[in-house]
Nanobody
Framework: QVHLAESGGGSAQAGGSLRLSCAAS????????MAWFRQAPGKEREGVAY???????SYLNSVKGRFTISRSDAKRSLYLQMNSLKPEDTGMYYCAAGRGDYCNFSTHRYSAWGQGTQVTVSS
């Protein structure tokens, strides 16, 4: 079972940027979908972005053009570059990993989760 640990959360002003990182305990290069989810208080967890083992990406509509997901398999790491942040981006951000090539935004697709890192965007 792969273990995940996020870092890089914090506070930012609207329009600012943050970069989240996720370190994996084992190689996920060829066998795992990797994704970022977020959860705001009182709301369900939602998928923000995912990246396949082949490097294909997909984004939540509301973050397209502002967020970029990437992975460094050599470093066993996943990243989320967040630009032009908005107050509605506030929430706990989670890194997730799931075996196989088919990725989606269902939480059930992912078997490994990090503890989360808080992102707070003020207006």
């Amino acid at each position: 079972q792969v273990h995940l640990a996020e870092s890089g959360g914090g506070s930012a002003q609207a329009g600012g940027s943050l970069r989240l990182s996720c370190a994996a305990s084992q190689d996920t290069a060829s066998t795992y979908c990797m994704a970022w989810f977020r959860q705001a208080p009182g709301k369900e967890r939602e998928g923000v972005a995912y990246i396949t083992s082949g490097g294909s990406t997909s984004y939540l509509n509301s973050v397209k053009g502002r967020f970029t997901i990437s992975r460094s398999d050599a470093k066993r790491s996943l990243y989320l570059q967040m630009n032009s942040l908005k107050p509605e981006d506030t929430g706990m951000y989670y890194c997730a990993a799931g075996r196989g090539d088919y990725c989606n935004f269902s939480t059930h697709r992912y078997s490994a989760w990090g503890q989360g890192t808080q992102v707070t965007v003020s207006s």
